[in-house]
T-cell receptor, first 114, second 115 residues
């Protein structure tokens, strides 16, 4: 079965640079969630989209922005990168917003800021 | 705001034995969902088991079962007949029944299986 695809899988950037992370949800999934997992930390919710509209927002820095496109893929744009942005970024997708709908996680993008 | 607490940073168990991971949460809502996720060394997040708060019956998935105590706001995971492949970080998570659908995770418990 098709899974959530994230690209790139690994990304190395310098401080103050910009990064773009991409997420391709499972076919027919219309909801995308972004989570950030720092070293030794639990995943923290950043932002979510349903039918191309932002549905919820967590502790996402103002330097970050995200959107969901007409084909339901999503991109997380990160500017003025800081050392503290080094983390594993997960994208998850589901079919609709209902709480019983499982969120399927992608393999994550490991971002390293030097 | 909802919070999830896992008070056991690390646990270990002998292969084929049973282990229980603890989780408590805080919420003012009456309906919600609780989950246990497994994160092996590959870092992939894998759903282990799900519990609907409005169901009194504890969820079971093969060797995995939960003890859901709604009044105590406790949600423990029992792994029976532990296998080497069960070694991973385990995260307890909360999700609202309606409205914001984000997952709120606990701090995680690292489970080691001793052969």
């Amino acid at each position: 079965a098709a899974g959530v695809i994230q690209s790139p899988r690994h990304l190395i950037k310098e401080k103050r640079e910009t990064a773009t992370l991409k997420c391709y949800p499972i076919p027919r999934h219309d909801t995308v969630y972004w989570y950030q997992q720092g070293p030794g930390q639990d995943p923290q919710f950043l932002i979510s989209f349903y039918e191309k509209m932002q549905s919820d927002k967590g502790s996402i820095p103002d330097r970050f922005s995200a959107q969901q496109f007409s084909d339901y893929h999503s991109e997380l744009n990160m500017s003025s990168l800081e050392l503290g942005d080094s983390a594993l970024y997960f994208c998850a997708s589901s079919s609709g917003l209902a709480g019983y709908n499982e969120q399927f996680f992608g393999p994550g993008t490991r971002l390293t800021v030097l | 705001a909802q919070t999830v607490t896992q008070s056991q940073p690390e646990m270990s168990v002998q292969e084929a034995e049973t282990v229980t991971l603890s989780c408590t949460y805080d919420t003012s809502e009456s309906d919600y969902y609780l989950f246990w996720y497994k994160q092996p060394p590959s870092r992939q997040m894998i759903l282990v088991i799900r519990q609907e708060a409005y169901k009194q019956q504890n969820a079971t998935e093969n060797r995995f079962s939960v003890n859901f105590q709604k009044a105590a706001k406790s949600f423990s995971l029992k792994i029976s007949d532990s296998q080497l492949g069960d070694a991973a970080m385990y995260f307890c998570a909360y999700r609202r029944y309606e409205g914001a659908q984000k997952l709120v995770f606990g701090q995680g418990t690292r489970l080691t299986i001793n052969p």
